[in-house]
């Protein structure tokens, strides 16, 4: 397969981008970001961007790929409704259509959250949004289109957030949560179990096309096996 990841810097696209270069199986990686990142493979394509609303120009780069692990993602706070809109469901759409255009039996995984809102008419806006993001999507004819909805995404490996708040939430909860993470499994993931259940949903599927903190461990669990 071929497979092309949006947000390989961030926290979950550094897993998803581990999990991917170490899958023998997988025939060309192409990350799609603003900035090049410091990691050379073999099998590791970079195409660096300023303008993600314009992929026009790299309709060659994007043509030949079986699936899209879609990782970008922005915290609401300080924003409003139209900007918040944006930059989350505007920018995924946008992405999306050309894809598809240029690849019409690809799968297509979407990273959203836990606690969005699918009726789209809810309190809470970034909810909202993020829900009538993943209704678009799942409105797209691809081959198949996923939505990843975690809680809580314990970083592996090594992997850091690039958001200093979030580092210091990991750095200082991280004992408690991995022991938390033992008791109730479902409340949260990975890094690596995202990576993985995204590969497992490219390659065989998925019996829903939304998958909570659970759904996703469980994916990871028969990819590993």
């Not at 899958?23 to 195409?47: E, F, T, W, Y």
């Not at 993600?52 to 899209?68: F, P, V, W």
């Not at 289109?145 to 580092?167: E, F, H, N, V, W």
């Not at 890094?191 to 469980?218: F, K």
Request: with cysteine; hydrophobic share 45%.
């Amino acid at each position: 397969m071929n497979i092309a990841i949006f947000g390989a810097s961030g926290m979950v696209g550094q897993g998803v981008l581990r999990e991917c270069l170490q899958d023998a199986n997988l025939q060309k990686v192409l990350i799609v970001g603003r900035s090049a990142l410091d990691v050379v493979h073999p099998k590791l394509v970079q195409l660096v961007t300023s303008d993600m609303l314009d992929l026009n120009q790299y309709q060659a780069e994007l043509t030949g790929i079986d699936a899209c692990f879609f990782c970008l993602g922005v915290s609401s706070a300080g924003m409003t409704a139209d900007q918040y809109r944006h930059l989350t469901y505007a920018l995924t759409v946008s992405v999306a259509l050309r894809l598809l255009r240029w690849n019409p039996g690809m799968t297509f995984v979407y990273v959203s959250g836990a606690g969005t809102d699918s009726s789209e008419r809810g309190r809470s806006m970034w909810a909202r949004i993020k829900g009538e993001t993943e209704n678009a999507l799942l409105r797209l004819p691809f081959k198949a289109a996923y939505m990843l909805r975690p809680g809580i995404i314990l970083p592996l490996d090594g992997i850091q957030s690039k958001t200093r708040s979030y580092r210091l939430f990991y750095k200082l909860l991280g004992p408690l949560l991995r022991g938390l993470q033992r008791l109730w499994p479902g409340s949260m993931t990975t890094t690596a179990n995202v990576g993985l259940a995204m590969l497992q949903l490219a390659r065989e599927g998925w019996p829903q096309s939304v998958l909570d903190g659970s759904a996703i461990n469980m994916a990871a669990h028969r990819q590993r096996r």
